[in-house]
């Protein structure tokens, strides 16, 4: 699949382009998380982690009060950055990405990210990714993109190495998804 290039919104225009557009793959806005996106953002985890995946380990669903709080201090945070991807008003991923805290990390970001269960396999993912990786590019200094991955997320690792990933090394037995210690993958992106 062709995926288009991601129409990058700072937030202030989004009422307007969601009346221009369908909702579909292809017209996907992706802008950074505001507080009154709190409540979608906890709806959605709520699914996500109804889900009970075995390619992520997801924290309990977040109160209303504890997610406006997270967006807020994201806000207000340097190096770090939410992304959501929205079809029409449905929220259909997330993205989170933070830099280490460190002089001696703050060069590089470690990041988590989900697409919806009915939007996956679309190029969301591709979309919402390929927005944080022109981001962070725009960080000075910048230029270390990682993620931890379970080895049998086939789609995940797709996506992850069609944008430049690599494989750096395996977290042995790190994993607990699937009622065993497991390998985790560790990936990352350099420029
Ligand atoms: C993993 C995830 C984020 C990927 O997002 P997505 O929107 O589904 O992925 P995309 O549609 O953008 O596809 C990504 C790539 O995977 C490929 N792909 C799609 N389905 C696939 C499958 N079943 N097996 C292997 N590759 C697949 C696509 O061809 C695409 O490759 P391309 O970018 O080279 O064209 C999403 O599926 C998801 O949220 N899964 C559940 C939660 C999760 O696993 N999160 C990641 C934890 S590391």
Partial sequence: MVAARPRYDDGNNLDGAMIEDAPSAETILIRPARVDDAESMVGYMTALTNEALDTISVRMPPTLEDEREFVLRTKLSERVLILLAFAGEELVAILDLSAGPRPSDRHAG?????VARAWRGKGVGRKLLSAAIEETKGWPGFCRIELECAPWNERAIALYEG?????????????????????????????
């Fill in 163 to 191: 944008l430049g990933f690599v494989l750096e090394g395996r977290r042995r037995k790190a994993l607990n998804l699937r009622g065993r210690p497991e390998d985790m993958l560790l990936m990352a992106l350099t420029w």
């Fill in 110 to 114: 470690r990041f988590g990210m989900s």
